[in-house]
Every structure is written in C-alpha cells, then in structure tokens.
C-alpha cells in the first residue's frame, strides 16, 4: 500500500477515535455523578471498543471478506456485536452510580447497541476500502507491467529484422560510386543510441 493512502487510512482511524471518544464522553459527563465511577466507565467502553476495532478491522475483514467468505465474515461480525453488547449491559451497572441508584434506569439498551454497532461498522469499512484499493492499486501494476512487457517483447521482435534490412542498404549502396554509406552508418549509430538509452526513459526531449 502507498504511502499517501497508508496516511489517508491512518487519518481516518485518528478522526474516528477522536470523535468516537468525545461522544462517549459528552454522554456520560453530561449526567450527574460520581466522578470516579464516570471516568472508570469511560475508559472501559474505549478499552472495549478499541479491542473490538481492532479485531474486526485486523482480523475479519483479511480472514473472511478478502478471501471471499462474506457469510462467515457477517456471522462473526455478529458474534462480536452479540458479545460487545452483553458485556457491556453486564460490566455498566457495576461502574455505574444510577444503576446503583435506580437499576431500571441504569442502561440505555439503545446506545449500547448504537455505540457497539458504529465501532463494527466504521472498522469494517475501513478494511474494506483497504481491500478494494488494493486490488485496484494492484491491477493497475499488473496493467502496466504487462504493457511494458509488450512493448519489450515488440522491441525484440522488430529490431533485429529493422537492423538487418539497414546493413543490408547499406552494403548495396556501398558498391555505388559517391555511395552515403557513411552518413548512413552514422545515422543507424545515433538510432541504435537512442533505442538503447533513450527509450527506456520517462522523458524523452526532443531537442
């Protein structure tokens, strides 16, 4: 992977986190507490997500979609969700205080699910954008490595019959009197030059 898109793919994950950690910590500061228990639930809803990024962006996505197994990638996928969402709903109401309070009350089922929903989901984009400029970045390569081939492989072909043809008007001219053979000697000179290095440059001037 080049490196313009390696830091693109980094910016990314940066700006997701950033924004992903400044939403889970808007909600839960905004809700009166203890300031301990708030911190405590925060850290561990990053540390849980983080791992859950991770595995999904790191793991599933090169395991199963590259390879094409799109049903085993959504049904782990799954697991992951159904597992992330059940640990959360049983570790929130220790580390926090309005489930101490009012255990009713004390789990929003609908941002727990959300929440764990937008990490799998933005993980498994990411990968996915990943695999697909791969694969583009790596047939353009094979594209071009092909037309250099040919261009080579032409080279080969029309060179020889080129040059033999030359030397043979040459050395039937040479037999005429006044003959050119010289310049024409010295011009079968300056283009083997140029085919040989001239041709194999990006930029060739014409001056």
Same mark, same amino acid.
């Given at each position: 992977?080049? &490196? /313009?898109?390696?830091?693109?793919?980094?910016?990314?994950?940066?700006?997701?986190? $950033?924004?992903?950690?400044?939403?889970?910590?808007?909600?839960?500061?905004?809700?009166?507490?203890?300031?301990?228990?708030?911190?405590?639930?925060?850290?561990?809803?990053?540390?849980?997500?983080?791992?859950? #990024?991770?595995?999904?962006?790191?793991?599933?996505?090169?395991?199963? #979609?590259?390879?094409?197994?799109?049903?085993?990638?959504? @049904?782990?996928?799954?697991?992951?969700?159904?597992?992330?969402?059940?640990? &959360?709903?049983?570790? *929130?109401?220790?580390?926090?205080?309005?489930?101490?309070?009012?255990?009713? *009350?004390? +789990?929003? @089922? +609908?941002?727990?699910?959300?929440?764990?929903?937008?990490?799998?989901?933005?993980?498994?984009? =990411?990968? +996915?954008? /990943?695999?697909?400029?791969?694969?583009?970045?790596?047939?353009?390569?094979?594209?071009?490595?092909?037309?250099?081939? *040919? =261009?080579?492989?032409?080279?080969? &072909? +029309?060179?020889?019959?080129?040059? =033999?043809?030359?030397?043979?008007?040459?050395?039937?001219?040479? #037999?005429?009197?006044?003959?050119?053979?010289? *310049?024409?000697?010295?011009?079968?000179?300056?283009?083997?030059?140029?085919?040989?290095?001239?041709?194999?440059?990006?930029? $060739?001037?014409?001056?």
């Amino acid at each position: 992977m080049n &490196r /313009k898109w390696n830091n693109l793919v980094n910016i990314q994950h940066i700006i997701f986190g $950033i924004s992903y950690v400044f939403a889970i910590a808007f909600i839960e500061f905004s809700s009166s507490g203890n300031l301990i228990l708030i911190v405590s639930k925060v850290l561990f809803v990053i540390a849980l997500n983080v791992f859950l #990024y991770y595995i999904c962006y790191s793991k599933l996505v090169p395991a199963f #979609y590259e390879t094409n197994k799109y049903s085993e990638y959504i @049904l782990y996928a799954l697991i992951l969700f159904i597992f992330s969402s059940l640990l &959360r709903i049983l570790i *929130d109401p220790l580390i926090s205080e309005e489930a101490i309070k009012n255990p009713a *009350d004390g +789990i929003s @089922l +609908i941002n727990i699910y959300a929440s764990q929903s937008i990490v799998i989901l933005m993980a498994s984009f =990411l990968g +996915i954008s /990943k695999h697909k400029f791969l694969i583009e970045s790596e047939y353009k390569n094979l594209e071009f490595e092909k037309t250099e081939t *040919d =261009l080579t492989l032409i080279k080969s &072909r +029309i060179n020889p019959h080129f040059l =033999l043809n030359t030397l043979n008007n040459i050395y039937a001219g040479s #037999y005429k009197e006044n003959s050119a053979s010289a *310049d024409a000697i010295m011009q079968l000179s300056q283009l083997l030059q140029y085919v040989i290095y001239e041709t194999g440059k990006k930029k $060739i001037y014409l001056s």
